[in-house]
């Protein structure tokens, strides 16, 4: 038989590499998707195959996680043996500017399509997109087991959306589990994130069209990982024979310097030169460290990371380069398009 998946946020960065992952292993995948004045399908334009087409697999519905009545319909119709709840608006430091948004999407959001599950009655397996910003003041290293403290509007959301995802387990007996998810980055990143920032501006001085960049805080540490290795730990979870709660991370931490040094250094280049500081970058309370523990992810799922910061900085500027040189869109934009992309956190 084949299995049917519905993604919420199947355009952002993990749902794209999802939606590739469970078609490659045979799943009928269907995904939720925004209505947009502009298409907001870059990221998985290369998975299209026209749906009259007897061998498609893969299926889009407009919808929204503000719209419970349409996630019940959506749910019954589909009839999904696995939902992904990837969708969120997940940018922390536009949570501080829209703090009720954030609330309304990342945290109400997903008891919308909790009770969508329970109220068509569909017997699925479930995935909440938990986040290491849970951990927020508490150092590191961060396990299952370390307590809490959420540092800004985004971090207070997804905390919701943890306990009321355990508590669909516990009240109606719901397979649903909490992937809690440190940092994970690709060439497919939104380019206000601070990887693919940096990363983006790199190919661009090389390439002589940006002279500058402006960042915040430097000082900050996180555990960066590979995006791709953490879609298949979210898919683990689900085949295990138990629902239960796990960190996905690599367990070592870099600096936004550390990142700056490989970044810059692996074309040859000096940051110190080009980086220069903007407040704006700033958030009310940061986040000053993540490092994760993934050991009960390996000991349960055999799910082990290969990719480090370091390696991960180095795909990404690459990817970044050859886009630039090519001339071509590369995923969601190029490194020479987007020219927000720059101006906005
Ligand atoms: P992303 O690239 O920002 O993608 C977010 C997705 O959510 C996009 O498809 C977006 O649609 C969709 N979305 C936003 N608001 C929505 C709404 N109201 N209704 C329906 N869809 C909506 O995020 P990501 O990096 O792939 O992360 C995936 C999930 O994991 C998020 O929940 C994030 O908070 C969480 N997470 C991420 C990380 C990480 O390091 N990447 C770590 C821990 C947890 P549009 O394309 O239309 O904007
Ligand atoms: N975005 C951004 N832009 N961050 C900057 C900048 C800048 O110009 N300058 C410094 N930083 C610092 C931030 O202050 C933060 O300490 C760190 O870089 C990482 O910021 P982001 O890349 O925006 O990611 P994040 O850690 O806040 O949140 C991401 O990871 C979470 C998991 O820990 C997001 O993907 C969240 O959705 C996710 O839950």
């Not at 952002?12 to 939606?19: E, I, K, M, R, W």
């Amino acid at each position: 038989m084949t299995k049917r998946a519905l993604i919420t946020g199947i355009t952002g960065q993990d749902g794209s590499y999802l939606a590739e992952l469970l078609l490659a292993k045979g799943y009928e995948v269907h995904g939720l998707i925004r209505r947009a004045s502009t298409f907001n399908t870059g990221r998985i334009d290369h998975l299209f195959v026209d749906p009259h087409e007897a061998n498609a697999r893969l299926f889009l519905h407009y919808g929204d996680l503000s719209d419970g009545a349409r996630l019940v319909t959506l749910m019954a119709q589909i009839d999904p043996d696995e939902v992904y709840n990837l969708a969120a608006q997940s940018h922390v430091r536009v949570s501080f500017d829209e703090p009720e948004h954030t609330a309304d999407t990342t945290g109400t959001g997903t008891v919308r399509l909790l009770e969508a599950v329970r109220l068509s009655g569909v017997r699925t397996r479930y995935y909440q997109a938990s986040s290491s910003e849970l951990y927020g003041s508490t150092p590191p290293p961060q396990s299952e087991t370390t307590p809490f403290h959420p540092r800004s509007p985004y971090a207070a959301a997804k905390l919701y959306s943890y306990w009321i995802t355990k508590n669909y387990r516990e009240a109606y007996g719901l397979f649903a589990v909490n992937g809690i998810l440190f940092n994970h980055e690709s060439p497919r990143r939104g380019e206000t994130f601070v990887t693919r920032k940096i990363t983006r501006a790199v190919a661009r001085i090389k390439a002589g069209i940006q002279s500058e960049l402006y960042l915040g805080n430097l000082d900050a540490v996180r555990d960066w990982g590979y995006a791709p290795e953490y879609v298949l730990g979210m898919w683990q979870m689900l085949q295990a024979d138990e629902p239960d709660d796990y960190v996905l991370a690599t367990g070592t931490g870099y600096t936004i310097r550390d990142f700056l040094d490989v970044s810059f250094g692996h074309v040859g280049l000096d940051w110190n030169e080009f980086v220069r500081f903007d407040e704006r970058y700033l958030r009310p309370s940061e986040v000053d460290a993540l490092i994760g523990d993934p050991s009960k992810a390996r000991e349960r799922l055999g799910w082990e990371p290969t990719v480090d910061g370091a390696a991960l900085a180095r795909i990404m500027v690459d990817a970044d380069v050859s886009a630039l040189e090519a001339g071509t869109a590369h995923w969601v934009d190029s490194p020479q398009s987007a020219p927000w992309a720059e101006a906005l956190r």
